[in-house]
């Protein structure tokens, strides 16, 4: 089942295309990766996806039913989370409450009190932060910073999670348990839509990728295909 | 029935002229130095009360008084911006901010300088008649003083508009409008821009209270109404963009003129009805991008 | 939410410093002159705008200039239907048409950047003034009104009673979840939304809120004067005062508005018959010289020299965090 679909997406900003025509689709349960140089368009096409920006023309739709247009908190409620590039932590907010702003507000059925806290705890164990609840968002590394958005996230309870550069700025071993996180959230039944540079991250464990230049999508398939990709390659290594 | 609508559209232009004057120079204030100045009106005060206080004093001629409150307004606004806002935009740790912080210092400043009129003038309400004859003007009678008024807006306007867009201080401005921290690194000297900037903001609004004063009461408290003015032009032309504001002003001014000869005390009522719909539905204003 | 802080002593005694005050207010009347118990209601005044302007604008970080046109709707609701409705129902009636007011502004104007919003806000009370101008004008016939008379002591408790259900209100909305999604809206409102708050919503909620209990206190202080018209009942200065109120004190703590209101209320209520022009002068100034050199406001002043003391009192030197 597709879980979402985009067809002709298009977004100006001023006369400059971010985005022109991109149509792209991902499967329930896939990993698929989202790559391209800087200003490909990569952020801004999840930014249509997630409402925080109306789209010029086209349509993208999540489990057949038509989002664009859509304000943030409704696609949020709908199944849809994300995680944003420059990390948008509540930072003045302990760790516990960024979690249960997402499981007070986000999920699909509204939750008592109670449910809702447990839900958030589990978010924080999930991500290996139940330890520090209690300590303000703004005092934690940045890897932790980022576990907490993608427990955020979770804790609004999504079918699909977009993550916006997930590794950036981490070292090999956050990495290697960035990774290992994502495949664990796949196994659990999140579909995982993921914007990344580290190419071991995305070859590691995508099952599908697709490349944007120049807000076009120039080509899509298997790691192991892209990796042969002669149009992929000329536009990382050339001019 | 053609008449009357020349009588309309000619006494909109005329308080058009004045709105224009005064949404410049808030455009440039807000548009290029980034300060919502709510106290603009209280420059446009301060010209109004001075040129009726040179009058009755000395005997001044409103005309030549546009010579003195103009650099007088213009140098009190530089020193303002040089001292309050700069110190402002360097201690404010980002540009959403200092917009609002420098909002609130424009509230404290509207509140000093209007207290300091009160305190000096009184709150009475004064005018003086300065060329209250009539003119004949293609068949239909105007005041002198309001047709000399929208003569000097014109020209102060267009006199501005060719400083802007010709100048080397023109473009250094522009330039320092659409990015600040590249025209700082092109060796545009930011700060005495910025406060030259909002110095000519206050120095139109200087002249326009001249003008003001020849043809309306004045008042310690006339400011406020003159901000709104202003501001709603400013959103109307589109913030920050300069030439929107000139014929803003005019826009506004006919749309005044129109439902004043409806009914008289809606026009005010109609300014505020047609900022709630910019803000509804084109924010940018309808030359804004 | 970590619920145990409310049993521990850090809550006890400001608890307990609160009910003392409430006691000694509630009971003042008995034992203070009547010119005395008008000040004390005109400063409980002040305070209601200042936590009420507080509540909206600290939290989501929207600068409200609309406190003035809450306030004299309010004082005109009670112009109006003064001598036709109990004194209660009138001090509701302000409250509510405030609210209503309120959400209509804030439907419109809450979604749009927060400058366009101070600006609209800070227009309010002009418009409301020429649109009653008008209508008094055209319509009636009149030009303002004569108010209802009440008692002293009467004002003075619906003005307590008014402050004691917004500092509750306050409270607890703070603790609430609605009080969650309006810390995660003030801390970063892109991640809110995408949170699943409804942002707009509660912004425009919040906001009416707020203006129910100026409207609600303008309503019983209109008593006070005994002829309104649309200039005397929509001044700016009570946009002004509020703000520099609530800077000066402080916005980060609970009780920073509060301080704040009390000392420039009764500065005010002092100055205001001797030094008209003088004493808005100076708080002219003082609001200027506040977001100059005090950003967190007289309480934050004060922790921040009680954290160098004690610092300095341990170790004498920089501690290690």
Sequence with gaps: ?239 | ?289 | MDMTAFASKRFLVPGLVSLILLVLLATSPLYISSYNVILLAAILMYIVLTVSWAFFSGPTGYLSLATAAFFGVGLYTTAVLGKALPLLAVVAAGGLVSFVLAFIVGAITLRLRGIYFAIFTFGLVELIKHALLFWEITVTGTRGRFVVLVGNNTIYYVVLGILVLLLLTVYFVRRSKFGLAMQSIGDNEDAAAHMGVNVTLVKVITFAVSAFFIGAVGAIMATRWTYIDPYVAFNPLFSFLPVLMAIFGGLGQFYGPIIGAAIFAYLEELLLTKFPYYYMLIFGIVLVVVILYLPDGLIGLIQRARQRWQKGGLTGKHANT
């Excluded at chain 1, 790691?223 to 290594?237: F, G, H, M, Q, S």
């Excluded at chain 2, 004949?136 to 400083?163: D, E, K, P, Q, S």
């Excluded at chain 2, 005044?256 to 009522?269: T, Y």
């Design chain 2, 1 to 289: 029935m053609i008449v009357r609508i020349f009588d309309i559209i000619i006494a909109g232009l005329l308080t058009g002229g004045i709105y224009s004057l005064i949404a410049m120079g808030f455009s440039l204030q807000y548009g290029v130095a980034k300060v919502v100045n709510i106290a603009h009106g209280e420059f446009i005060m301060l010209g109004a009360l001075l040129t009726w206080a040179m009058l009755t004093a000395f005997g001044i001629n409103p005309l030549v008084s546009l010579a003195i409150c103009g650099p007088f307004t213009f140098i009190i606004g530089f020193l303002i911006y040089r001292t309050l806002f700069t110190k402002l935009r360097t201690s404010s740790p980002s540009p959403a901010v200092f917009e609002g912080n420098s909002m609130l210092a424009a509230f404290g400043l509207m509140f000093v300088i209007q207290n300091i009129a009160l305190i000096i003038w009184g709150a009475g309400m004064r005018g003086y008649s300065y060329l209250n004859v009539g003119v004949n003007f293609l068949g239909t009678v105007f005041a002198a003083n309001r047709l000399v008024a929208l003569v000097a807006a014109l020209v102060i306007g267009v006199v501005f508009y060719v400083i802007i867009m010709r100048t080397r201080l023109g473009k250094a401005i522009r330039a320092a409008a659409e990015d600040p921290a590249t025209a700082g690194l092109m060796g545009v000297n930011i700060n005495r821009v910025l406060a030259l900037c909002f110095g000519f903001g206050a120095l139109l609004a200087g002249l326009a209270g001249v003008l003001v004063s020849m043809c309306y009461p004045i008042y310690a408290t006339m400011g406020l109404e003159y901000t709104l003015i202003a501001i709603i032009v400013v959103v109307l032309g589109g913030l920050g963009n300069i030439p929107g504001s000139f014929i803003g002003g005019f826009i506004l001014g006919l749309i005044g003129s129109i439902v004043s000869s409806w009914q008289p005390s809606l026009s005010i009522v109609s300014y505020y009805v047609l900022f709630m719909l910019l803000l509804i539905v084109k924010p940018t204003g309808i030359f804004g991008k």
């Design chain 1, 1 to 239: 089942m597709r879980i979402l679909e985009g067809e002709k997406v298009t977004k100006y900003f001023g006369g400059l295309a971010a985005l022109s025509n991109v149509t792209f689709h991902i499967g329930k349960g896939e990993i698929v990766g989202l790559i391209g140089p800087n200003g490909a368009g990569k952020t801004t096409l999840f930014n249509l996806i997630s409402g925080a920006l109306p789209t010029k023309s086209g349509t993208i739709k999540f489990k057949d039913e038509k989002i664009t247009g859509l304000k943030p908190h409704q696609i949020c409620r709908l199944g849809v989370a994300r995680t944003f590039q420059t990390v948008k932590i509540f930072a003045n907010m302990p760790v516990l409450d960024n979690a249960l702003v997402g499981s007070f507000f986000g999920t699909p059925t509204s939750m008592s009190s109670a449910d809702a806290a447990r839900e958030a705890i589990e978010s924080l164990e999930l991500v290996g932060l139940s330890a520090a609840r209690a300590i303000p968002a703004r005092d934690l590394t940045l890897a932790n910073q980022k576990r907490l958005e993608v427990a955020r996230a979770l804790a609004t309870k999504p079918e699909l999670l977009l993550l916006d550069e997930l590794m950036a700025g981490l070292n090999q071993t956050e990495m290697a348990e960035a990774m290992e996180l994502v495949t664990e959230l796949r196994d659990k039944g999140i579909t995982i839509f993921m914007i990344e540079h580290v190419m071991k991250a995305i070859m590691g464990t995508c099952d599908r990728i697709m490349v944007l230049h120049h807000g076009e999508k120039i080509a899509e398939g298997t790691p192991r295909e892209i990796a042969k990709n002669k149009t992929v390659v000329d536009v990382y290594l050339g001019a």
